[in-house]
């Protein structure tokens, strides 16, 4: 029983499975639910890497088109998620490399910083310190905070961290081995702890409760 | 490590002797601490809302150039 449980777990269609084949089909309503399930996703991974609201808006629109003209090219062996996601990350970095002027872009961009690999700022942060700021100046920190990162660590710590894909979902996604990822991962996540830690680390004499308004970036 | 041990894939073994040394040594606890922080806080605030008129006309730009074709 136990076998049979688990052969039909494994056959068992993901939705979106059912729903690009209604697309094929000509149905494009079936395509209007793919979008909206996804379209906050890809606008967030395209404001992540571009940093450009006016591009992200344009990524979304030309990802979601591609999606739809290739369709035919989806394969059903990965996510459509992931596979819609690859394609928002590489029109992503188009728009990127266009705004810098034809400048090239990749995700191997200022990857071999040394910065966040040693923790240097050690202090503690106060218990729950994004409670020292309002909804905007929280959200202003953090949007700072990332923009600072390599285009090459955004990307996967948006991607791993933020929107939840696995490891190896990341790795397929971007296109880097699973040890690179990782190894980006962890130096992303120590870059913006440590950058954050100016803004949240507990006061000299405070108990940390007290509110201190945004600081200055140094 | 750290990584590991924040993605939670370490064995039970290797997640006991970790957080033996974890008690000792103020210097992790406070990375894996304040590391462990910086992603809740960046996976639950919403830093690139879009609104929603902004969706709703993006969304009918694609159909819109779904149902020609493209």
Known sequence: MATIQSIAGENEQHPDVALVERVRGGDVSAYDTLV?????????????????????EDVMQDAFLKAYEKLDQFQGNSKFYTWLVRIAVNESLMRLRKRRTGRMVSIDEDVETEEGSVPRDLADWAPDPEQNYTQSELAEILRKTIQGLPPGFRVVFALRDVEGLSTEETAETLGLSVPAVKSRLLRARLQLRERLSRYFRKKAGSTGMAPTGMETEK | ??????????????????????????????????????????RSNEIYDMPVGLRERLHAAIMARCKKGC
């Open chain 1, 36 to 56: 909206r399930k996804y379209d906050r996703q890809v606008f967030r991974i395209a404001q992540h890497i571009t940093q450009n609201r006016e591009d992200a």
């Open chain 2, 1 to 42: 490590m750290l990584d590991d041990l924040i993605d939670d894939s370490v064995t039970t073994e290797m997640r006991a002797d970790l957080q033996e040394h974890l008690r000792d040594c103020e210097h992790c606890e406070v990375t894996l601490s304040t590391t462990r922080k910086t992603i809740q806080i960046y």
